[in-house]
């Protein structure tokens, strides 16, 4: 049964939940099952905390939902906006809230840079903590749906890899990409078994259009927005296919070897 938003008495079932999108909705939930992140930047001050607190218990209810997620059927409610809130109602005496639930899916890096993302709408966070998280997405694409400006980007360190164009004439196309760290450390890694030399960024110029319309398509299929995240996975998958070449090697050897008399 669901519960009325004054009074916290048992009401009509379609109180309960209510769509208001696709995969969005509002839901009644225990407090105690709801899940806080594991780091948080926005930070209350304790006056403010106490002022939220008596507020909720003067009017018997929360007055902002806190935004949740639930990325599997039945799996933990996690709070990606409002904690302070949650924590609030829960020290005013209250058991049930309404909140709303996101049910896409959604990794880890993503919550976090929807986390981050409501924080930035109000207050001002701990930018020690910020920093922590921003560290932990894992995409240009969630950087970016974070809201934060570029000098939040984690930069890597030195590098020294060179992009060469040859100089020769030719009719040529410059794409110009962003990569995370840890993106260009995979990619570095790949150059370095393809070349064992500096990384030359060059190919036929009529392979372009195969190229592209292969990124485009592997894109769609991995439902992947960003053009860097692309060449990420399949740098991954060709990095994966290198090191089954190389045990693929070592059992043939092995092999021959327990063979040889």
Not at 150 to 167: A, K, M, R, Y
Request: aromatic residues 4%.
């Amino acid at each position: 049964m669901g519960q009325s938003p004054s009074s916290g008495k048992a009401t009509g079932v379609a109180e309960q939940r209510m769509q208001i999108a696709d995969d969005l909705w509002i839901e009644w939930v225990d407090l105690n099952a709801l899940r806080e992140q594991d780091i948080n930047a926005q930070q209350m001050q304790p006056r403010q905390m106490d002022r939220l607190t008596e507020n909720i218990r003067l009017r018997g209810q929360i007055e902002s939902l806190p935004y949740c997620c639930q990325t599997e059927a039945n799996g933990p409610i996690s709070v990606i906006s409002g904690h302070h809130r949650a924590r609030a109602a829960r020290a005013a005496g209250l058991t049930r809230i309404p909140v709303i639930i996101d049910r896409q899916p959604m990794t880890k890096s993503r919550i976090t840079a929807k986390q981050i993302a409501h924080n930035e709408l109000v207050g001002e966070p701990d930018r020690d903590i910020l920093a922590q998280m921003v560290a932990s997405l894992e995409s240009v694409d969630d950087m970016l749906l974070s809201g934060l400006d570029e000098n939040w980007l984690p930069t890597p360190g030195p590098d020294d890899t060179q992009l060469l164009i040859p100089h020769a004439e030719f009719d040529w196309r410059l794409a110009t990409l962003l990569f995370l760290p840890g993106q260009l450390d995979r990619l570095n890694e790949l150059a370095d078994l393809c070349s064992g030399s500096d990384f030359v960024g060059v190919a036929q110029a009529d392979q372009f259009d195969s190229f592209s319309k292969a990124m485009v398509a592997f894109a769609r299929v991995r439902n992947v927005k960003n053009l860097a995240v692309v060449v990420d996975v399949l740098t991954q998958i060709a990095l994966r296919e290198v090191d089954q070449i190389k045990a693929d090697a070592i059992a043939a050897a092995a092999a021959a070897a327990a063979a040889s008399p």
